[in-house]
């Protein structure tokens, strides 16, 4: 049973470590597959993947947060998420190296953003929940597309291709 303020999410690994998202955001999850490169994106902006006659902006979010890039394996995923970025709403695909499940966590369980020992921003991270296996890291995708830049960028993938 959930009580009041208890997050369920989505749980993935990108490497060792495991984060998660909101459920509420995620719209689906969909195999791997290529996307159409956009001329001088950034790094992390794969370019853009068809999903149900849309054209969505997807990144590798491995490389958005700063980690290593990592080659594809049939457990490769794309999470089809609705995000506000910059007072807008962007549909968004987020490459991630595995799907791991559908989780619970009670807000109890949620502890702040630690001030050391953390190698990620801080603006990323909503809360780290400690499990039996270790810790899952709830992403803030509002924070890892924080500067207007980001946004605009995503925002604009649709129009660049059409170009």
Do not use: C, N
Not at 9 to 30: H, N, Q, S, Y
Not at 98 to 119: H, K, M, N, Q, Y
Not at 130 to 138: A, D, E, P, S
Request: no cysteine; aromatic share 6%; net charge negative.
């Amino acid at each position: 049973m959930s009580g009041a303020g208890d997050v369920q999410a989505v749980v993935f690994g990108l490497g060792e470590e495991v984060f998660a998202l909101p459920v509420g955001i995620v719209r689906e999850i969909i195999d791997h597959r290529d996307a159409f490169r956009i001329p001088h994106g950034p790094d992390w902006l794969m370019g853009l993947t068809e999903v149900r006659d849309e054209a969505v902006p997807t990144v590798d979010l491995r490389r958005r947060l700063g980690l290593d890039p990592a080659p594809l394996t049939p457990m490769t995923r794309i999470l089809i998420v609705e995000a506000v970025l910059a007072d807008r709403r962007l549909t968004l695909g987020l490459m991630v190296d595995r799907v791991l499940d559908v989780a619970s966590f009670a807000a109890a369980a949620i502890e702040p953003t630690p001030d050391i020992g953390v190698r990620w921003d801080a603006r990323y991270i909503r809360g780290v929940v400690r499990t039996g296996k270790g810790f899952v890291v709830l992403l803030d995708l509002a924070g890892i597309f924080h500067g207007g830049d980001d946004a605009a960028v995503l925002a604009a993938a649709p129009v660049a291709a059409a170009a």
